[in-house]
């Protein structure tokens, strides 16, 4: 989905002028922060994450109680492919508010890049607890679990990512996929095969055959498998 913060920002949160500016509502102040704040999503849609990062970083020094800021700040970051700094930012989110849905997908999804998978799962499965989902988490607990070998879990959890999405999400091709890997590997190729023709369907384009291909020989069938790449490669 990577604490880039000044040790000393820390102690920033319990300075009384500026928290007290806040509370009493500094109108020009508000409307400032609010559109670096759009200014800075913008760059992050744009793929401009760094300078996003500087603007992010100088909101967070006027305002580090601004959760929003801080959710921007680790999707800049998440674009980066910094985790670790991903990580700390949602870490400073979660000082403010523990169950916050955000921080807590961010610290997931950067633990999941990083390959701390058990770690991963377990921020999911907290987030779940605590907060109604889409589809999105449960595809990525569901590639959590299957990295980690545990192909049941991760069947329940690609099946609920399915039923979420009705259809519609714009991951349904990546939840499509992950269904038939995790049904290869548990040794069920017809259904593998039908979500392979689940994502032809929605993407003409897809290399049916060549996936096709890919999940025979997983399951030994090695004359069927080369028939799915002969056809693959006319």
Same mark, same amino acid.
């Not at 921080?103 to 990083?114: D, F, H, P, T, V």
């Not at 595809?139 to 999405?165: H, I, M, N, P, T």
């Given at each position: 989905m990577p604490l880039c913060l000044h040790t000393t920002r820390l102690h920033c949160f319990w300075i009384t002028a500026i928290w007290n500016r806040q509370l009493n509502g500094d109108n020009g102040r508000s409307d400032n922060e609010k559109f670096l704040k759009l200014k800075a999503d913008?760059?992050?849609?744009?793929?401009?994450?760094?300078?996003?990062?500087?603007i992010l970083n100088s909101l967070l020094d006027i305002n580090p109680y601004n959760l929003n800021a801080w959710h921007s700040l680790g999707e800049a970051y998440? /674009? *980066?492919?910094?985790?670790?700094?991903?990580?700390?930012? #949602?870490?400073?989110? !979660?000082?403010?508010? $523990?169950?916050?849905? @955000?921080?807590?997908?961010?610290?997931?999804?950067?633990?999941?890049?990083?390959?701390?998978?058990d770690e991963a799962h377990q921020l999911y499965l907290r987030y779940f607890k605590e907060h109604p989902s889409n589809e999105i988490?449960?595809?990525?607990?569901? /590639? *959590?679990?299957?990295?980690?070998?545990?192909?049941?879990? #991760?069947?329940?959890? !690609?099946?609920?990512? $399915?039923?979420?999405? @009705?259809?519609?999400?714009?991951?349904q091709q990546h939840i499509y996929a992950n269904l038939s890997d995790v049904y290869s590997r548990l040794h069920d190729t017809d259904k593998a095969f039908g979500y392979i023709d689940k994502i032809k369907e929605i993407n003409p384009d897809y290399e049916a055959d060549l996936y096709k291909g890919h999940i025979l020989m997983q399951n030994d069938i090695e004359n069927e498998a080369l028939e799915c790449y002969n056809t693959f490669s006319q």
């Open positions: 913008h760059l992050i849609s744009s793929n401009r994450p760094k300078e996003a990062i500087e998440f /674009v *980066c492919e910094d985790f670790s700094k991903t990580m700390e930012t #949602a870490d400073f989110a !979660l000082a403010i508010d $523990e169950h916050d849905a @955000q921080a807590l997908l961010l610290k997931a999804n950067s633990l999941l890049q990083q390959q701390n998978l988490p449960y595809l990525f607990d569901g /590639v *959590c679990l299957s990295a980690l070998e545990r192909y049941d879990e #991760a069947l329940s959890q !690609l099946l609920k990512a $399915e039923e979420l999405s @009705q259809g519609y999400s714009t991951e």
